[in-house]
Nanobody
Framework: QVQLVESGGGVVQAGASLRLACAAS????????MGWFRQAPGKEREFVAA????????LYADSVKSRFIISRDNAKNTVYLQMNSLKPEETAVYYC????????????????WGQGTQVTVSS
């Protein structure tokens, strides 16, 4: 079992930055690929970014490329999402998730999920 707890959400103005963190416990996350997803009100949950077990490989949704950076510190069992130049339409609950071995963009391939952290971007 892996328990995931997100933090770092909040209310910011458009153009601002936020750094989300996902702390894992229960098992060493170095054996898991990690992903960030988000769900806006009235919309389906969507892929944001993913990172391989070692941190060498990353994947991003086209909408966040060049603005968001996913990283991980396996020694701290923590994954991060640095979000820059935030837009109002990115207001959502952000979730981190874990799956064994390889990265994926499909949320259904992730086994463990956190409770989410709210990010609100005002215009």
């Amino acid at each position: 079992q892996v328990q995931l707890v997100e933090s770092g959400g909040g209310v910011v103005q458009a153009g601002a930055s936020l750094r989300l963190a996902c702390a894992a416990s229960g098992r060493i996350i170095s054996t898991y690929a990690m992903g960030w997803f988000r769900q806006a009100p009235g919309k389906e949950r969507e892929f944001v970014a993913a990172i391989s077990r070692s941190g060498v490989s990353t994947l991003y949704a086209d909408s966040v490329k060049s603005r968001f950076i996913i990283s991980r510190d396996n020694a701290k069992n923590t994954v991060y999402l640095q979000m820059n130049s935030l837009k109002p339409e990115e207001t959502a609950v952000y979730y981190c998730a874990a799956r064994p071995w390889t990265t994926a963009t499909d949320q259904h391939e992730y086994i463990y999920w956190g409770q989410g952290t709210q990010v609100t971007v005002s215009s």
